[in-house]
């Protein structure tokens, strides 16, 4: 039974009585695990771009940037840091006041080549009187941690990663913000000089960024000779999902209000929806390295995004062809560029007659494209690529959590387990038509495809609802093509410690 308050609060979010049903309904019966042909590899729905191939596609997308298109790199970054310094939050609530654990040694031990040290040592001198060197030579480590992580201090601890000081250079450092205005000017940037930008930040967050950009792309405006646009966004309350008890009820907070909880990365598909642009790149906010490093990035950014706009091209051709009327063996040759280098497979499309052909071949084509990078699997968490099939019988390229395979069965498991690749969150993305109309990126979402997780709440357990993610379901009715790309192109930032890899110093 809804309340007065919770109609209210639904109107303020934007969601309907009738999505508030439907989701705690989800609740009760679950998702419905994807059925599976294999996981993919090289050869078998992984590209690998010979060295033969590469000039011509570097040379594709250049010549595309030359023609002034809308280009735009967009990163969520609305996430927050604290899960970097977990370690450091139990050191600092722990009953040992010196280093003990390998992570805690490792962090003060390194901290002198942190890109942060001379604010730290400026934050600790301002509270304390003494650098950090000082206060760990008098055994003060958790003074230290908490300057780092504490509000007083220098408030890592609820920053978002974006704001973070990563990279020390010469005679600057750099944010992961900054790192993306950089990457964006090397290959993303139109004959119009034109760098396009786009950060999903919380809305507490907002403003620091702003102002950091603010600050920061005139220096990078001149350095690089570009001009920069960019842009912010934040993950709409219409795309919260309400928490259920474990009887699957309505989740209530000490006040009788409802829980509702942000509904995962895939509510960024909203966000992406209202980028009016030919071509995205999506890369995540930690995913950066300092500029000794950028050259594989920059490359495979370019190869990407050429090997999109080759197969865009062709597709288009093949949509206008469509329209004036294909015969029989032209339909066919569209048929294999379908499945061999669009990967999408159909065991009866060959026999259909031409009509029902033509119609197939034009529902395939008519559809966003991302090409999806993929770096072989070092153990690093994340969305595996697999060749799925989809509703209408047909198997594909997908990116699939383990949430969305029954891990039951042995077999299944096996395949998730055994997957040669893995996908860092690096997409090049094509958003219009043939007729350069932008599609409707929500018609595209699977919504079979989110999953339910178990969290607490002021002590209390409670299940959560996941919508189909960006990069998962969200993109599902795509048409997707996996390339391999080398690890020197993904260097994440998952906890503090990371930031003393070589490829961030």
Known sequence: MLTAQDRALLDRKGISEAQLREQLERFA?????????????????????????????????????????????????????????????????????????????????????????????????????????????????????????????????????????????????????????????????????????????????????????????????????????????????????VAANADNTPFRNADGSLLFRPGGHGALIVNLNRIMADVVFVKNIDNVVPDRLKDDTVRYKKLLAGLLVTLQERTFAYMRRLDQGATRTELLEMLRFLEDELCCHSDKAESLDDKALARYLRTKFNRPMRIAAMVKNVGEPGGGPFLAYNSDGTVSCQILESSQIDMADPKKKALFEKGTHFNPVDLVCGLRNYRGTIYDLPCYVDEQTGFISHKSKDGRELKALELPGLWNGAMSDWNTVFVEVPLSTFNPVKTVNDLYREQHQ
């Open 29 to 241: 019966k679950g998702f419905p695990y994807l059925k599976l042909k294999g996981a993919a590899a090289v050869g078998q729905g992984i590209l690998r771009i010979e060295e033969a191939e590469q000039d011509k596609l570097l040379k594709a997308w250049d010549d595309y940037l030359a023609q002034n298109p809308t280009v735009v790199k967009f990163v969520p970054a609305s996430g927050a840091a604290s899960r970097m310094f977990k370690d450091l939050f139990a050191f600092v609530d722990g009953d040992h006041d010196e280093p003990e654990t390998a992570f805690e040694k490792l962090f003060f031990g390194k901290l002198g080549t942190a890109a942060f040290k001379a604010d730290i040592d400026a934050a600790c001198t301002r509270l304390f009187g003494k650098d950090t060197d000082a206060l760990m030579r008098e055994g003060r480590y958790k003074d230290v941690a908490r300057t780092l992580l504490g509000k007083e201090g220098l408030n890592y601890g609820a920053l978002p990663k974006g704001l973070l000081k990563f990279h020390r250079y010469t005679d600057s450092v750099r944010t992961p913000v900054e790192e993306h205005l950089v990457e964006a000017a090397l290959y993303a940037c139109g004959g119009d000089g034109k760098a396009q930008v786009h950060f999903t930040v919380s809305p507490e967050h907002r403003a620091l960024f702003e102002a950091l950009v603010s600050e920061v792309t005139p220096v990078y405006e001149k350095v690089f000779g570009v001009k920069y646009h960019v842009t912010f966004s934040e993950q709409s309350p219409a795309t919260d999902t």
